[in-house]
Nanobody, 115 residues
């Protein structure tokens, strides 16, 4: 299984970005897909996850600003990020987990929010 992430970039504080991550290489759908981030000098942290049944979990720091979603086929996850803050600057990683093929990470995509 491969995860292809896209959508990072540079944006001013208060702006928006949308990240996408597509899973390919398996007919078995991921049970959970999500986004994590890692800022310089910090550990990787959860941003948001979504299950195949639509159960969503957000980090407190992004609640009300970020929205996670999946497409109907369940192989692509999105992260709509609004009201971005400089503290959101990090490398964002996509993750997908399946009982069949375990956990996979996508390559990171840089999000930089300028003040």
């Amino acid at each position: 299984v491969q995860l292809q992430a896209s959508g990072g970039g540079l944006v001013q504080a208060g702006g928006s970005l949308r990240l996408s991550c597509a899973a390919s290489g398996s007919s078995s759908r991921a049970v959970v897909m999500g986004w994590y981030r890692q800022a310089p000098g910090k550990e990787r942290e959860l941003v948001a996850t979504i299950t195949g049944g639509g159960i969503i979990n957000y980090a407190d720091s992004v609640k009300g600003r970020f929205t996670i979603s999946r497409n109907r086929s369940g192989n692509t996850v999105y992260l709509q990020m609004n009201s971005l803050e400089p503290e959101d600057t990090a490398v964002y990683y996509c993750n997908a987990a399946s009982a069949v093929w375990g956990s996979r990470w996508g390559h990171g995509t840089q999000v930089t929010v300028s003040s």
